[in-house]
């Protein structure tokens, strides 16, 4: 039994993170889920991790934006997170945004983690899994590329080429 559950706790590892504590499995998604668009689902569950910060509502409204669905505890996601921030950077003048949502209830370490990271993009926070249920996915890290109808266009756990060629065509159109 033992050897099953270090297994099974290696597997999410390759796969990806889930959850501490979450009431069921993490339903892994492939690296580049090509799924119909679909429209965003409400970000009412999300809030801004510092207070008096805008909503991630309003962060994305009209504009082309990727979201980043991560964790503290998450060691891809702290790989990642310096791409996306090397993004955000790059296109801090134009009308992309990126927009960080930490995953899971603990905002004091996700505030200090962004501080000690340097991420200056906008962060907040699903407390409640509402938002990252509605996305169907509590796998992070995940990124899902939103165009200016509010419709999210691709999901990767990766910013690569094809991530960042979707953007420059989303931007331009």
């Known amino acids: 039994m033992r050897r099953l559950s270090r297994a099974l706790s290696f597997s999410l590892l390759v796969l990806g993170c889930a959850p501490q504590g979450s009431a069921r499995a993490p339903q892994p998604q492939p690296e580049h889920a090509h799924a119909a668009a679909a429209p965003l689902p409400s970000l009412a569950p999300v809030v801004p991790l510092k207070t008096g910060d805008p909503t991630l509502q309003e962060v994305v409204r009209g504009k082309v934006a990727i979201i980043d669905l991560w964790a503290t505890w998450c060691e891809p996601c702290r790989e990642s997170m310096p791409k996306v921030a090397r993004l955000a950077q790059a296109y801090a003048n134009t009308d992309l945004v990126v927009a960080g949502v930490h995953v899971g209830p603990t ?41 200016r109808a509010g419709t999210v266009v691709h999901r990767t756990h990766e910013l690569d080429h094809e991530t960042l060629e979707l953007v420059r065509a989303l931007m331009e159109g």
């Open 107 to 147: 905002a004091a370490g996700a505030v200090r983690f962004a501080a000690e990271a340097g991420i200056e993009y906008p962060m907040h926070i699903d407390p409640d899994f509402g938002f990252t249920d509605a996305v169907g996915s509590r796998s992070v890290p995940l990124l899902l590329v939103v165009d």
